[in-house]
């Protein structure tokens, strides 16, 4: 079967870094996304990565390795609006998206 | 309208009764899709359209069905609901379905809740 994992639950504090695990068992791979979604609020795009390495978008940054299913998505100069859950899904050979069940991220001052 | 739209934003339902979900993009993508959320569940994929005029079922489509006569509109009925369909069920739309890189844009979402 496909798989996404996520941590339920973190906790980090206001201006530090955090970064969030994903772990994918899929069948077949054509890219991997990082959503964020606040309480209440519908999903909004954050990062696509389909080659192994390292994207940068600002105090955001997402990682893939493809032999090791293995993702990350790496917060920075965390801000209390950085509370929200961070959903990752796999597409998979039929370009459906697979998606993990999200992690919630709290913010502390 | 900008984006995407669904309607109505929430709604209490008794069992059995029929409920059509409304969702309109005015991006002209071609692919949409109905999801559905559940606490501690991840998304789950109910039915999709790659193109007007075709349908597909996702991972949980049963109970459900859905109809595409064009770009814009991708409604979703419950023909008869059942409380276990009570959930958030968000639409979304992406300019097509078979790129790899194709992000999908989410409307607000129908919070539905069936007793």
């Known amino acids: 079967g496909q798989n996404i994992d996520q941590p339920t639950e973190m906790t980090a504090t206001e201006g530090a870094i955090v970064q969030i695990n994903c772990t994918y068992q899929?069948?077949?791979?054509?890219?991997l996304f990082w959503y964020q979604q606040h309480a209440g609020e519908a999903p909004t795009f954050l990062s696509y990565?389909?080659l192994d390495g390292l994207e940068e978008k600002g105090r955001f940054s997402s990682f893939l390795s493809r032999s090791k299913g293995y993702s990350y998505l790496l917060l920075k100069e965390l801000q209390m609006k950085d509370s929200a859950s961070y959903l990752c899904?796999?597409?998979?050979?039929?370009?459906?998206?697979?998606w993990g069940a999200g992690t919630k991220l709290i913010i502390k001052p | 309208i900008a984006g995407i739209t669904q309607a109505p934003t929430s709604q209490i339902l008794a069992a059995g009764r029929r409920m059509t979900l409304r969702c309109t993009q005015d991006m002209r993508h071609n692919a949409m899709y109905w999801y559905r959320q559940d606490l501690g569940l991840g998304l789950r994929l109910i039915h999709y359209?790659?193109?007007?005029?075709?349908?597909g079922k996702g991972e949980v489509p049963d109970g459900y069905s859905v109809s595409r006569a064009n770009t814009d509109d991708f409604p979703l009925t419950l023909a008869s609901a059942v409380p276990s369909q009570t959930s958030v069920y968000f639409c979304?739309?992406?300019?097509?379905?078979?790129?790899?890189?194709?992000?999908?844009?989410f409307g607000p979402g129908t919070r539905l809740t069936v007793l």
């Open positions: 359209s790659n193109t007007a005029g075709t349908t």
């Open positions: 990565n389909v």
């Open positions: 979304a739309s992406s300019l097509t379905s078979e790129s790899s890189y194709n992000e999908q844009f």
């Open positions: 899929t069948s077949g791979f054509n890219g």
């Open positions: 899904a796999v597409r998979d050979r039929d370009y459906q998206l697979i």
